[in-house]
């Protein structure tokens, strides 16, 4: 089973910059994709709906912001849009496939770098979401979760550490957060269970030569119930062309689903 998860920063902006024509070649089973930042009656065009695959849009009520999507190869079982709560189900922020044997979902967790109001946001997000991670713990099923989560869990995931110690997305309590979701309720960061190499990162600044030069964070994780930690079996960042602000994150399950 092939997941890939791309925070694309607007769709039709990924797609005239060559998104599409590079996933008809990836031999996924499973896309999740975050910050759509477009309606749903904006994504008529067939190039928004890739052949051989079912897809499904969750849009934010706010135009040109958030939103998240699924393509499945093969048709879920169950497609379930949003949480139940606001403001993340208002701003498409979840949508979840479920499978026979699995269940993936694509979440874009909110950024908090734009001021103090947007930290807090993001906290209650982190807060609310957390009950969710822990309920879906005692279910008989396996999860990916695969967003962009807008922290850096470790030293390692980010070029410039030292730097960003008080900056949204490396804060203390935030990496506590991950360090819960892993430690506590028991998922694993997938990509780390393989590749514990520096300089893996998903992000890029805009500003500078931040690309060029590789001064990225790692925002970007499929997180894992237990039982498919022995399932992984490959993962990969895509960095020859450049589609967002993120790298597609691509990797590989030994999953009958």
């Known amino acids: 089973m092939r997941v890939i998860s791309v925070n694309t920063n607007g769709i039709r902006a990924a797609a005239r910059k060559g998104f599409f024509d590079w996933l008809a070649l990836q031999s996924a089973d499973v896309v999740c994709i975050q910050e759509t930042k477009a309606q749903i009656d904006q994504l008529a065009d067939p ?28 048709k879920p079982k169950k497609i379930t849009s949003g949480l139940g709560w606001d403001p993340a189900d208002s701003q498409g922020r979840y949508i979840q496939a479920d499978f026979d044997g699995v269940s993936v979902a694509s979440i874009y967790v909110p950024s908090g770098s734009s001021g103090d109001e947007a930290q807090a946001r993001k906290e209650v997000f982190m807060t609310n979401i957390m009950d969710h991670f822990k309920a879906m713990r005692r279910k008989r099923r396996e999860f990916i979760f695969c967003a962009d989560w807008n922290i850096c869990h470790r030293e390692v995931d980010i070029k410039n550490w030292r730097g960003n110690r008080k900056n949204s997305g490396f804060l203390p309590h935030e990496r506590a957060w991950l360090d819960s979701l892993f430690d506590d309720v028991g998922y694993a960061d997938a990509f780390r269970v393989i590749n514990q190499e520096e300089d893996q990162y998903t992000w890029w600044s805009n500003r500078g030569q931040a690309w060029a ?3 990225g964070w790692r925002l970007d994780y499929q997180v894992v119930t237990p039982g498919l930690v022995d399932k992984i079996q490959s993962a990969s960042i895509y960095k020859d062309e450049r589609f967002s602000d993120h790298a597609p994150f691509i990797m590989d399950y030994d999953i009958d689903y």
């Not at 052949?51 to 912001?65: L, M, T």
């Open 47 to 74: 190039v928004f709906h890739p052949e051989g695959y079912h897809c499904y849009y969750f849009d934010a009520e706010k135009k040109g912001y958030s939103g998240t999507a699924l393509y499945c190869k093969k």
């Open 213 to 215: 030069k590789n001064v």
